[in-house]
Structures are given as C-alpha cells and as structure tokens.
C-alpha cells in the first residue's frame, strides 16, 4: 500500500484499468481489445497522440532526404548519360509557352545554387548577362548550343515580365479613385462616352451612372475594392471591343426573363445578333466588370494565370495582357451567367464562384491559352 501511495494516484487508475480490463469475460474480450485505446489513463491517451505526430515527422523528414538525395544522383546519371543539364533537356523535350517555362521556373526555384535561383528576379535589363552566367555555371558552350540561350532567354523574359506585372497591377489595385485628379475624371467620362455615346451626362454626380450599371450617384465610391484597376479594365473592354461590351450593357439592363433558351452560350457572335430573343440577364454591367476585375487579379496573383499567359506572351507579359484576359472573363462569364439561368442577382456569388473554379480547372492544363470567342483576331493570342 505504501509504494501505491509513492507513486501517486495516476499509477493507481492505470493499474485499476489493467484490472478492470483482465476481469472482462471471455466473450467481450474482443470488443475490449478493438477500443483498447479508451480504455487507458487519460494520460497514457495524451502521450500516445504527442508521439503520433512526432513519429510522422521523423519519417517525412527521412522520406524526403532520402527522395532529394535520390533525385540529384539520378539527374547526375542522366546528364552523365545524356550530355545535357536539366535546363537543356527541359527545352529539348517541351515546346515554347507554359509547359516550357514552368519548367525552367521550377527548376531555377529549386536548385541548390544562388545563382539560378536569383534569376527568377532579375531585372529585364540583366536578363541577357543571367542566362550567359547560367549557361557557364552549367559548362555549356553557347558557340555549339546556340539554341539554348534563345530558349532561356525567352522563358526568364516570361518569368521576370509576370512578376514585373503582377507588381504594376497590384499598384493600380492600391491607387484609389480621386475625383480631384483629372486623368482620373477623363478616363471616367471616356468610359461614359464610349458606353452610352447619345446620352449627355447631366453632371459629374448623377444617377444616370447607374445605366452603366454603377450603384449610386457618383461611381467613385464603386472603385473602393479594386481602386484604379477596376476602371483602367472596364475602359479597356469598352474601347477595344465597343461591340460586345455595347451588347453585354445592353442585355444588362433589362429584367430577368426566364425564356431565355440556354443554347444562347453556345452560339458565336453572328449566331447571337441574328436571333431575335430576349438576352436580357439582369445585373449591374460596372460592379460585375469590377467584381470579375478582383477575380482576374486573384487569378495573377495566386500564379493560376501562368499558364495563359506564357502561352500568349511571347516575352514579357503586359498590362494589356492582363486587360485582354479581363476582356474574354467578362464575356466568358455573361455566356456562364446565362447557362446557369440564375434566379435573380442574389445568386452572383454562387454563379462567380462556379466560374471561379471551371476556369482555375481550365488553367491547370499546359497548354491552355483563354481566348475570347468575340474578338480573338483583334487580341494578337498565340494560336497553339
């Protein structure tokens, strides 16, 4: 009795457990051992689940060290055996766009050597002098593999251009409209003028801003969540496809109507102006542009737009890249708002996030380029 009381009333349950476990009988003896862990000491329970995880680390870390020392001796086997690095086999064995760079964009990215891994934020000016340092880290002779240097030199333009670009959309996102600033007034009252050409503004504040789909009196205060940026793509869609963009504002006006046949998302343009039925769809052409302004951003930001637009830039990426991709999500969604013939405007959410999720699939392929089916002549895309 005494050595119980030495060690303590934990010793005590434990030992009560055991007991209570040997006097079950024989025919419970199964259940007892299938919910064995339940019945231990609560705190026999705390440190089985600490040694868990614990025991899952050790041998994650050993898997991969294991994996990472694996990989370099074969890629030390294959260049043994081949005659070319990783960089050379990769441009070898993948054609131009983004199956290519994100590539070469991995393989800088984790290599064990700074200097490759420094590339992927070269400046553009410097980009010539990185690849000619890469190439003499990597032995190769460029007199006798000319090609090479071409080839990466394409793909880091593509690399150091999509971030250059995701820096100069993410400052015009975080600029916020000023109405004291004239650019800004002149670009608002362009975007007026293109859209509704026989409809004089009245004044600066007024409620004809909503015949464009703002929500109030003065649209300054509809630029809040994505700044400048919502404005810069709205007028671009405008100016450089006026048509669609007329067409789109048009059916957005009217009142929802539930004849609408969902065969409309599958017809081309000339199909869409010959039919003589109501498209009306009903929600507010601005905030939607601003609305699929935030999704185009998110899409740059995450990395998901990598795919597009390493296939459609044969360089460095652009502003107008990014505003052409706006172009064809704006057209590509009034197509899927009208395929999914919501309700009324309170189903935006689902409806966007849907679209959300069929273009993040789209964008998983390598070799996927978006391009509008309104004005994809006039876009400049590479055709793959």
């Known amino acids: 009795?005494?050595?119980?009381?030495?060690?303590?009333?934990?010793?005590?349950?434990?030992?009560?457990?055991?007991?209570?476990?040997?006097?079950?009988?024989?025919?419970?003896?199964?259940?007892?051992?299938?919910?064995?862990?339940?019945?231990?000491?609560?705190?026999?329970?705390?440190?089985?689940?600490?040694?868990?995880?614990?025991?899952?680390?050790?041998?994650?870390f050993f898997v991969f060290l294991y994996c990472k020392c694996l990989w370099r001796g074969l890629k030390f086997v294959i260049r043994k055996v081949t005659g070319r690095c990783e960089l050379q086999r990769i441009c070898h064995n993948n054609k131009p766009g983004a199956r290519r760079t994100l590539k070469i964009e991995s393989s800088l990215k984790y290599s064990k050597n700074e200097l490759c891994q420094s590339a992927l934020s070269a400046h553009p000016d410097r980009v010539e002098k990185t690849i000619d340092d890469i190439m003499t880290l990597k032995k190769v002779n460029p007199d006798t593999n000319p090609q090479l240097?071409?080839?990466?030199?394409?793909?880091?333009?593509?690399?150091?251009?999509?971030?250059?670009?995701?820096?100069?959309?993410?400052?015009?996102?975080?600029?916020?409209?000023?109405?004291?600033?004239?650019?800004?007034?002149?670009?608002?009252?362009?975007?007026?003028?293109?859209?509704?050409?026989?409809?004089?503004?009245?004044?600066?504040?007024?409620?004809?801003?909503?015949?464009?789909?703002?929500?109030?009196?003065?649209?300054?205060?509809?630029?809040?969540?994505?700044?400048?940026?919502?404005?810069?793509?709205?007028?671009?869609?405008?100016?450089?496809?006026?048509?669609?963009?007329?067409?789109?504002?048009?059916?957005?006006?009217?009142?929802?109507?539930?004849?609408?046949?969902?065969?409309a998302s599958k017809m081309s343009k000339a199909e869409w102006e010959q039919k003589n039925f109501d498209k009306a769809i009903g929600y507010s052409f601005a905030i939607v542009g601003i609305n699929i302004t935030d999704l185009a951003y998110s899409l740059l930001v995450s990395g998901a737009l990598k795919t597009h637009l390493y296939n459609v830039a044969p360089e460095m990426p652009s502003l107008s890249h990014f505003q052409q991709t706006f172009c064809y999500l704006m057209q590509e969604f009034h197509r899927f708002w009208i395929e999914e013939d919501p309700c009324d405007i309170m189903e935006f959410n689902r409806v966007r996030s849907k679209f959300h999720r069929r273009v993040l699939r789209q964008l998983k392929n390598p070799d996927m380029a978006l391009c509008p089916h309104f004005a994809a002549s006039d876009l400049h895309l590479v055709n793959l």
């Open 1 to 60: 009795m005494a050595g119980d009381h030495r060690h303590g009333p934990a010793l005590s349950m434990l030992i009560r457990g055991t007991v209570s476990c040997q006097n079950l009988e024989p025919e419970r003896l199964g259940d007892a051992h299938s919910q064995e862990l339940p019945q231990l000491h609560p705190a026999a329970v705390h440190l089985h689940r600490i040694a868990q995880p614990q025991g899952r680390v050790v041998t994650q």
């Open 149 to 263: 240097g071409i080839s990466l030199q394409a793909s880091l333009f593509q690399i150091v251009g999509y971030r250059s670009l995701v820096a100069e959309v993410e400052k015009l996102r975080r600029e916020p409209y000023d109405c004291e600033n004239p650019d800004h007034e002149e670009m608002l009252m362009k975007l007026w003028k293109t859209l509704r050409p026989d409809s004089p503004l009245t004044g600066r504040i007024s409620k004809q801003w909503c015949e464009i789909g703002f929500q109030g009196n003065d649209p300054k205060t509809d630029f809040r969540g994505m700044g400048l940026l919502g404005l810069h793509n709205l007028l671009y869609f405008a100016e450089h496809d006026k048509a669609t963009a007329l067409q789109v504002l048009h059916d957005s006006l009217q009142p929802k109507h539930r004849s609408i046949p969902k065969e």
